[in-house]
C-alpha cells in the first residue's frame, strides 16, 4: 500500500509570492489535515479536511488556504508569502482523526527568500 | 496554544539505558499517540493509547497514561542509536501536537 506523497519535496519562493503544495493520501483515507513545523514553534495544525469539507482549522491567517478533490488528494496554498512561512509542511492521512493513527508524509521544505 | 507539552525537551543517554518522556494535557481525550521524527522527515506512529486503557506494551515501547493528572509516559527500554529521533504525543481531539522531545542515543 502506497504512502502518503507530498509534492514537491523542496521549494524556494520569493516574498510576495504565492505557492501551492499537493499531498496524495493513504488509498481509503478520507482525512487530510496539513501541519506546519517550524524550529521555534514545533507543529502547529493548519486545517484538516474529510470528504472535500474543511472541518478544522488552526490559527493561521487567511493567506494560508487549501482545498480537498473528490479523490482525497488535497492541496494547500500559502498566497503572499513571507519570510516566517519556511518552514517544513506536513501532510498527514487517516480513516479517522480522532480515533486512528495518523500517517504522515515527508513533507515539503518551503525556503522563502 | 500546545494541547500535549513534553517534558523533558531533549535527553541524551548511552546505549542499552532506558529513556522516558513525559507528556502533558489539558482537555479530556479519547485517546493519546505517540509519534517518532527522525530529522527532517515525517512523523511515525509510535503507540495509541485509549482513555480507558492505564498502560500499553509494543515491543521495546511502554507507553502509561494518567487521565486523573492528564499525563502520559513513553519509556524506550534497551535503547538503540538508532532510537535517536524527536518524540512527540498528540491528542486527536484537537489534533495539537506537542513541542517533543529530542532524543539522543550515544553508541
Sequence with gaps: KAGVTQTP????KTRGQQVTLSCSPISGHRSVSWYQQTPGQGLQFLFEYF???QRNKGNF??????RQFSNSRSEMNVSTLELGDSALYLCASTYDPYNSPLHFGNGTRLTVT | SQQGEEDPQALSIQEGENATMNCSYKTSINNLQWYRQNSGRGLVHLILIRSNEREKHSGRLRVTLDTSKKSSSLLITASRAADTASYFCATPNDMRFGAGTRLTVKP
Design chain 1, 9 to 12: 519535496r523542496y521549494l524556494i
Design chain 1, 51 to 53: 470528504s472535500e469539507t
Design chain 1, 61 to 66: 491567517p487567511g493567506r494560508f488556504s487549501g
